[in-house]
């Protein structure tokens, strides 16, 4: 059996934590995940405080397992959230699109794991000295909001800037990924798109099928114009808004465009709409699971990886 750092941190069993995707990772999605050994994660996305106290109190429903919450700190309700959090006292959070500075004391006064999400070596050795439990070094080949680096080139820097654990995101679904983490200095991983085919997992049947349809150039990344790059499906939205990006639309016009579009692809499956937030691993994704077993696929099928990468030694 794999064994980390992160498990007796975290008090789960398998080093696996499941991405904060917003409007999708919800408390059912969440519970499910830590009951099957993970860290569940409900995402806060552009929600409001009592959206996320209601998911929260779902996952506390129906699991006893820790599980964390997921905060995007552009989000005009972070503050709230971050306060929430707070008073809940939920295991761990997560933290995206941003920089948790401000919520950092009141997360750790509260007895909260505080682990962002980094896309470079500054931000993991600025999250270190203000007291960050771990780290998520997250490349850009994950969904939703992404950086620069690749993971397989940012997990190595990230390891080297921080003595923290690492958590490795980004282009994960399978044995072969969470083994090449570790191999790369993590301490676990963290999968989002993998968890889009669980059957826990409440999105639009039509988005579903688009990730069990996927090949491996499914996917696009736009907003970088705006300094937000998102990675979604390549979808008529996603080609189109792409065209308005580079085609002299405004700032405003973009904006608009965007705004619910996450929304009206995972609750209505619009695809000439919807905004399908997808990693490039999607291609690998086949099948629907439930949670708990998406988990021991990977995490069983990295052990047979790890001991054969000791055979390679004289």
Request: proline share 4%.
């Amino acid at each position: 059996m794999v064994k980390s750092v992160l498990c007796e941190m975290l008090g789960i069993r398998y080093p696996v934590l499941q991405g904060g995707m917003a409007w999708i990772a919800d408390g059912k999605l969440a519970a499910a995940v830590s009951n099957g050994g993970g860290l569940g994660i409900i995402a806060a996305g552009n929600a409001s405080a009592d959206y996320v106290r209601e998911q929260i109190r779902i996952a506390k429903s129906l699991t006893d397992k820790p599980f964390g919450v997921n905060v995007m700190l552009l989000s005009p309700f972070a503050d709230a959230v971050a306060q929430l959090i707070a008073d809940e006292q939920v295991s761990a959070v997560t933290t995206g699109a941003g920089n948790p500075t401000k919520y950092m004391e009141l997360w750790k006064n509260a007895g909260v794991k505080v682990i962002p999400v980094v896309a470079s070596t500054a931000m993991a050795k600025l999250m270190t000295r203000l007291g960050a439990s771990a780290v998520i070094a997250e490349g850009g080949e994950s969904g939703g909001h992404v950086g620069e680096l690749t993971t397989m080139v940012l997990v190595p820097l990230v390891c080297d800037a921080t003595p923290l654990p690492v958590i490795a995101a980004g282009g994960i679904a399978d044995g072969r990924g969470f083994a090449a983490a570790m191999m790369l200095g993590a301490c676990g991983v963290q999968m989002g798109t993998r968890f889009l085919s669980a059957e826990e997992c409440t999105i639009h049947p039509v988005y579903r099928e688009k990730i069990l349809k996927a090949d491996d150039l499914c996917t696009m990344v736009t907003g970088k114009r705006l300094g937000h790059p998102v990675r979604s499906l390549r979808t008529s939205f996603a080609r189109s808004y792409a065209r308005r990006e580079f085609g002299g639309a405004s700032d405003e016009e973009l904006d608009a465009m965007a705004t619910g579009s996450l929304r009206l692809a995972v609750q209505e499956g619009d695809a000439e709409r919807g905004c399908f937030l997808s990693g490039q691993i999607a291609a690998m994704v086949n099948r629907t699971q439930p949670a708990a077993e998406i988990i021991r696929d990977v995490v069983e099928g990295a052990e047979p990886i790890l001991r054969r990468a000791t055979a390679c030694l004289e």
